[in-house]
């Protein structure tokens, strides 16, 4: 009788350790699986990260070549490169210079460290320098009766503001030169020159 029920005890611990044995095979299957699936869905993620960085790679290549079409096309670096090199200037060369920068300035702080905040300083100190000095002797030009009227039309600026605007269009080709070269170097870069620029100009007056 007790051989027995030692025999089922015997019996009763195998089945046990064979369901035990199935159950962590069961639960390590899971636990694979799940592994897997969750390297699967990782690569699927880096494949499509590194897709992702690609396109806007080549986005940003198509962009940076369409604006060096547009810079050649419209020769916006070499006009402001004939400014920045003239000995005398003129109010055409300030107007050439406005003619380089956006229609509105940006709705930023004009004190500012950067190219947005330069842009709109430069747009309205070189308006004001018109508007003081200058469109005066324009519409003067332009009123003159037509027996008194000379072909030349030329207005020399002051000597001053050549020099301020001689520092500004260097400036502008400078920003554009590093930008095309590495952009986000040049962005780390920009507060620096920028307050140089600004210690030049006040150094001017």
């Not at 040049?186 to 001017?204: A, H, P, Y």
Request: aromatic share 8%; with cysteine.
């Amino acid at each position: 009788m007790i051989q027995i029920f030692d025999l089922l005890k015997i019996v009763t611990t195998l089945l046990d350790a064979e369901i035990l044995a199935a159950f962590i095979t069961g639960v390590c299957t899971i636990v694979g699986a799940v592994i897997a699936v969750q390297g699967v869905r990782k690569t699927i993620e880096s494949n499509q990260e590194l897709k992702n960085q690609e396109l806007l790679k080549n986005q940003e290549l198509k962009n940076q070549e369409l604006l060096n079409d547009l810079d050649q096309k419209s020769e916006w670096r070499k006009e402001l490169m004939n400014v920045a090199s003239k000995t005398f200037m003129t109010t055409d060369d300030i107007y050439r210079v406005l003619a380089s920068l956006r229609y509105q300035p940006h709705n930023v702080e004009s004190d500012g460290c950067d190219f947005k905040s330069m842009t709109k300083k430069i747009y309205k100190e070189l308006n004001e320098m018109l508007d003081t000095k200058y469109n005066r002797k324009i519409k003067q030009k332009l009123s003159e009766k037509p027996c008194f009227k000379s072909k030349d039309y030329t207005i020399y600026i002051e000597y001053i503001d050549s020099k301020i605007i001689r520092l500004y269009t260097k400036y502008l080709l400078k920003h554009h030169w590093e930008i095309n070269i590495d952009e986000n170097i040049w962005l780390k870069n920009q507060k620096e020159v920028i307050e140089e620029v600004k210690e030049l100009r006040n150094n001017i007056d």
